[in-house]
């Protein structure tokens, strides 16, 4: 499914975190999203909408949503955070997961209601911290956590496209549940050896497919933002699809999940290779496999 | 917006194995019974048995839904999953794949954008309030928003501890598992359907009701401060109706139908009259359906409304009110107009 946004959604501010989180994921999420909104110099009470998408919620918790708890650290940091009077609030807060491309859905989500004029301000957040509760097998990812806010812009076009394809003939390729054995909780994630190579098939397999939908080319992306992960993605990608286009993504020695598209965002504007590139595809491949495409446009 | 928004079909999955609160109660280790089913109004309640969980719950939902539907699974354009429980091969909860893939796999639809949604019992009203805002405007033509709640392996937990009707796993012992799935569709803008759809969270009060996977037990464990969210929710409904119907043009008693989450027969009791002094006028009806299902948590109002459907007590043009009330603390209101549904279902009055 993919669609026009009339209006501009744009990026108003990132931030990004791999700080310790002795505290836990809901307050290593609240504490750099504070940070987005101060970047931005926008209050919490002018968000409409927080969505989290981080996949590991804080001690295997079912209910409530990770969002609300966030929601709750942002406003016990702004105390000041107005309410219209006579009213519940404006903001609804709630968790959207979709592997490690949620953030693609999310911001699908927000552009919908920033273009209906629900809502001015949509927070994204996102972060992984490896559980404490229970057995952990295989899991490899670094504490980090990551926010975007956006909101309507006039003069930008922003997030105009997006698209989703699913892949579940790979669905085993990788997964992550929790398991009751030997008498105790274990979360237990499995990845194949062919989940990269196939992440890297779908991924291409969904960018001809959006190219040939929209009429598009390669001739009309300046850059192609993407999720770290997995791990040797990018390499593989521009292998399969023989381009010149620029491939980047959030390089580092610690290993992103979930908040890897919003590092790798967060990467290309602190290069400024955003701010000269007019279309940027944001891609994010995860389990499913699911691969999510966001068509940017950075033209003044 | 450019359309409207209609509810096209609803369908449930309830398990055949029913448990009560009369064994329930024989089960807990205390000197006095606590009268849970003159409490909350139930009096049994659906659990899974072997080979049922999440997923089975939400894909025979999403089936019977189709099955009252004019639309065939292929042609969903976006499908929305929003249990809490996201449980699969029994007590094994699924992180990834989002289970919204596994349901669109299993219903026969390749094509539909999917994401699982979390909002606790709000979830469902979240997926809708979604999907309305992506109809109205044009983005899709339709979607299914499905739930399923394999949530009473809470109440065996509850069972070793509860030792009054404080005690903070107290309502845990009122739950029940269900699946519920609901397609909603576009129309012309201006035609009769889905009017308003209003929700926000209280953060501040996102501690007061928490549900997590244990290590100590299977099945997880939920921790209700059930005082202070009652009083908060008898404090804010108020509110959350009074800007629905604002929104809807609408006075209470142009109501027929009114909703709310089904926790206990006593907490919708007290907030009805505090609605009733309110607004100094009732809905056509406030309905339970509280005594043969217990709380399945996001499921509830569109499990409501399917036995109301069966029963053939609705009619074309009224009006029905879903109010949701979730830990978050969310609250919620939806607002529309019975019409050719009600007709699908039987109901020729």
Redesign the interface.
């Known amino acids: 499914m993919e669609y026009q946004s009339d209006m501009g959604t744009v990026i108003r501010s990132i931030a990004i975190n791999n700080a310790s989180a002795e505290s836990g994921v809901a307050t290593l999420i609240a504490e750099t999203a504070d940070r987005c909104l101060q970047n931005a110099g926008v209050d919490i009470g002018a968000v409409g909408m927080l969505i989290n998408t981080g996949v590991y919620t804080e001690n295997h918790l079912l209910e409530p949503a990770s969002a609300t708890l966030i929601h709750r650290r942002l406003l016990d940091k702004n105390k000041q955070a107005k309410r219209k009077s006579g009213s519940l609030g404006n903001l609804l807060s709630f968790d959207l997961h979709n592997g490690g491309g949620g953030i693609v859905n999310a911001l699908q989500v927000v552009d919908g209601f920033i273009s209906s004029g629900e809502i001015e301000y949509g927070l994204i957040v996102s972060g992984d911290v490896k559980p404490k509760i229970g057995k952990v097998e295989n899991y490899k990812y670094s504490s980090s956590a990551a926010a975007v806010l956006v909101s309507k812009e006039k003069s930008k076009p922003g997030f105009i496209k997006f698209k989703t394809e699913t892949f579940p003939e790979f669905k085993e390729n990788i997964t992550s549940t929790t398991r009751w054995k030997d008498g105790g909780l274990h979360l237990v994630n499995k990845k194949s050896n062919d989940y990269l190579k196939n992440a890297v098939d779908c991924a291409a397999k969904t960018i001809q497919n959006f190219f040939d939908e929209e009429l598009l080319g390669w001739k009309d992306v300046d850059l192609i933002c993407t999720s770290q992960n997995p791990l040797g993605f990018v390499t593989e990608l521009q292998k399969k699809l023989k381009i010149k286009n620029k491939i980047v993504c959030f390089q580092g020695d610690i290993e992103i999940y979930s908040s890897g598209l919003l590092y790798s965002m967060n990467h290309i504007i602190e290069k400024e290779e955003f701010k000269n590139c007019v279309y940027v595809l944001f891609l994010t491949v995860g389990a499913g496999i699911t691969v999510s495409l966001a068509y940017y446009n950075n033209k003044l | 917006?450019n359309y409207g928004c209609n509810i096209e079909s609803i369908g449930i999955k309830l398990p055949d194995r029913k448990l009560s609160t009369s064994e329930i109660e024989s089960r807990l280790n205390i000197a006095n019974p606590l009268k849970l089913e003159l409490l909350t109004g139930i009096s049994n309640r659906r659990v899974c048995c072997e080979n049922e969980d999440s997923l089975t719950l939400a894909v025979d939902a999403a089936l019977d839904c189709l099955s009252h539907s004019e639309l065939k699974a292929e042609e969903l354009?976006?499908i929305i999953s929003c249990s809490?429980?996201k449980y699969?091969n029994g007590?094994?909860?699924?992180?990834?794949?989002?289970l919204?893939?596994?349901i669109?796999?299993e219903i026969g639809n390749?094509?539909?954008?999917?994401?699982?949604?979390?909002?606790?019992?709000?979830g469902m009203i979240?997926g809708v309030?979604?999907a309305n805002?992506?109809i109205?405007?044009g983005?899709?033509k339709n979607c299914l928003v499905v739930s399923g709640e394999y949530i009473s392996g809470l109440i065996g937990n509850a069972i070793k501890t509860v030792d009054s009707l404080f005690h903070p796993e107290m309502a845990s012992l009122t739950v029940g598992d269900a699946g519920a799935a609901v397609i909603l569709t576009q129309t012309k803008r201006g035609e009769a359907g889905l009017s308003v759809s209003e929700?926000?969270?209280?953060?501040?009060?996102?501690?007061l009701?928490?549900?997590?996977?244990?290590?100590n037990c299977?099945g997880?464990i939920?921790k209700t401060n059930m005082k202070k969210i009652h009083d908060l929710s008898i404090k804010?409904a108020p509110?959350?109706v009074e800007?629905a119907l604002r929104s809807a043009g609408l006075r209470m008693s142009e109501i027929d139908y009114l909703i709310p989450h089904q926790t206990a027969k006593i907490s919708i009791q007290s907030g009805a009259r505090v609605l009733y002094r309110y607004f100094n006028e009732e809905p056509g009806e406030i309905v339970y359906n509280l005594c043969e299902t217990g709380n399945t948590a996001s499921t509830t109002h569109f499990a409501t409304l399917y036995k109301y459907l069966c029963e053939k007590r609705f009619k074309a043009g009224d009006t029905v009110m879903l109010l949701s009330f979730?830990?978050?603390?969310?609250?919620g209101a939806i607002v529309f107009s019975m019409n050719g549904i009600s007709e699908r279902y039987g109901n020729s009055n």
């Open positions: 917006m354009e976006m809490i429980s699969v007590l094994s909860h699924c992180y990834e794949p989002a919204s893939l596994l669109k796999q390749s094509k539909a954008l999917n994401f699982d949604v979390s909002n606790a019992c709000a979240t309030h979604i805002n992506f109205k405007q983005r899709i929700i926000s969270t209280l953060g501040r009060f996102s501690h009701c928490t549900g997590v996977q244990s290590n299977k997880g939920m804010n509110y959350v800007n979730a830990s978050g603390l969310t609250f």
